[in-house]
């Protein structure tokens, strides 16, 4: 399914709720890497649904969308990316920025929201940035631009012409 129908109100809201609270048939949502299947470059999901399931009071979230072999017209799962897959299906287990196991409750308290990213967290903090180094490069290229322009200003003299700055 494209990803729209984990999130989307009205009509789709109204039949992710009865799925999961009237039925409890959703046992998990698995979001895949764009480009995976013929026909289609944009990120799809599989919504796995159980009549007897043997973890009814929570459903789990895998974010596989960064699991995948980039290829030249379209990407692939590789077998070690299916194999992770299947064995954080099989345990049920929250792994950081991959999977997680939410109560019902929880996805109630999030109006059915089924989005991925509501749930599982694969933000990556980026590093730091020092400010006195970036300003200490700044300083030497300048020097470095003036020794430059310098030497440019020399060669234009020896040709006859006017230097451009």
Do not use: W
């Not at 480009?35 to 929570?58: A, E, Q």
């Not at 345990?91 to 990213?117: C, G, H, M, Q, W």
């Not at 990556?124 to 470095?144: F, G, M, N, P, Y």
């Amino acid at each position: 399914m494209p990803h729209g129908v984990l999130f989307r109100g009205a009509a789709e809201g109204h039949i992710r709720r009865y799925l999961i609270e009237e039925r409890n048939l959703l046992d998990a949502v698995i979001g895949l890497p764009a480009n995976i299947f013929y026909g289609t470059s944009i990120p799809t999901c599989l919504m796995v649904f159980k009549k007897c399931r043997t973890h009814p009071d929570d459903i789990l979230f895998i974010d596989a969308s960064q699991s995948f072999d980039k290829g030249k017209n379209q990407n692939r799962l590789l077998p070690a990316h299916i194999e992770k897959i299947v064995d954080c299906y099989k345990a049920r287990t929250t792994e950081d920025k991959f999977s997680y196991v939410a109560r019902r409750a929880e996805v109630a308290e999030n109006d059915y929201n089924l989005n991925i990213p509501r749930y599982v967290d694969t933000f990556e903090e980026e590093e730091l940035i020092d400010l006195d180094t970036v300003t200490a490069e700044l300083a030497a290229l300048k020097s470095e631009m003036k020794a430059t322009d310098q030497t440019i200003a020399g060669f234009c003299a020896e040709l006859g012409i006017k230097a451009p700055f």
